[in-house]
């Protein structure tokens, strides 16, 4: 499900009385405010002061609703501390079941609350300021998509051109590291066979662009790649890209070719 839709489906979650817990936690090691895990003190003291609030309404089943859900929230922060982005945000709630968790690349600002419905006034601005989006690499050899939302990875693949048997094929394993690759080379000493081969391999993937676009509902869509490659792929879509960027990032680890493309 693509986050646009899940974002849809939370707007349509209400319960009859308050039972939603919605947390937005700035867990970003770049920002000064962050040092020494200040994270954990601005979770205890946001969920502290709703326990504090509920028990002063002296609603016992209200509260111990609440105190469920801080317990599960909590667990799982501490649980993936070590995998932190910039923030973390978290909808909660018992019945009906609601379990909704966004470890997000973009800057969040901290608030709790309890309400009767997801709070998600600032998720739908992050999603508006960070979209979801397809970048595409294409290279002599490869083209390598990765599929985006709020400036993070939520999926990727590759597809190898062997341009000796004329045929590609998407590669089995998802690579969310360091990338192989089969190599950058300049086409200009290419015969023309071999041009209109890697043409005829962009006019492809172009096709399966075009698609993985409609299925993932992308609002956006970058071209990465030197000059020649990307002006060719490019070429091949049916809606023009938002932007190309003429850097060979083919062998680049994800988070840093987003680096390059959205936070420039």
Same mark, same amino acid.
């Given at each position: 499900m693509t986050l646009s839709k899940e974002l849809q489906k939370l707007k349509e979650y209400k319960c009859d009385?308050?039972?939603v817990l919605s947390v937005y936690l700035n867990t970003n090691?770049?920002?000064?405010?962050?040092?020494? @895990?200040?994270?954990? $003190?601005? /979770?205890?003291t946001g969920l502290k002061r709703l326990h504090e609030y509920l028990e002063a309404s002296n609603?016992?089943?209200e509260l111990k609703a609440y105190k469920k /859900?801080?317990?599960?929230?909590?667990?799982? $922060?501490?649980?993936?501390?070590?995998?932190?982005?910039?923030g973390v945000v978290i909808f909660a709630a018992e019945d009906p079941e609601l379990w909704s968790v966004h470890y997000v690349q973009v800057q969040v600002k901290n608030s709790f609350h309890w309400e009767d419905h997801p709070v998600l006034e600032e998720m739908?601005?992050? /999603?508006?300021?960070?979209?979801?989006a397809g970048i595409v690499l294409p290279s002599f050899g490869e083209v390598r998509i990765l599929d985006t939302a709020m @400036?993070? $990875?939520? @999926?990727?693949r590759s597809y190898a051109f062997d341009s000796g048997l004329d045929v590609w094929k998407e590669n089995d394993s998802v690579k969310s590291s360091l990338q192989t690759g089969t190599g950058e080379g300049n086409s200009d000493g290419l015969d023309q066979r071999l041009k209109e081969n890697l043409q005829r391999f962009y006019?492809?993937? @172009?096709?399966?662009?075009?698609? $993985?676009?409609?299925?993932?509902?992308?609002k956006e869509l970058y071209v990465v790649g030197e000059a020649e490659h990307a002006n060719s792929f490019?070429?091949? /879509?049916?809606?023009?890209?938002n932007n190309s960027i003429y850097k060979n990032l083919i062998n680049v680890q994800a988070d840093k070719v987003l680096h390059q493309v959205f936070e420039k």
């Open positions: 009385s308050r039972c090691p770049a920002d000064p405010e962050q040092q020494n @895990g200040a994270w954990r $003190i601005h /979770l205890k609603d016992e089943k /859900l801080r317990d599960k929230v909590m667990k799982e $922060i501490e649980t993936n501390q070590n995998d932190f982005n910039k739908e601005y992050m /999603l508006k300021a960070y979209p979801e @400036g993070f $990875i939520t @999926g990727e006019k492809e993937m @172009g096709v399966i662009v075009e698609r $993985i676009r409609k299925e993932r509902d992308w490019a070429k091949t /879509l049916r809606t023009k890209p």
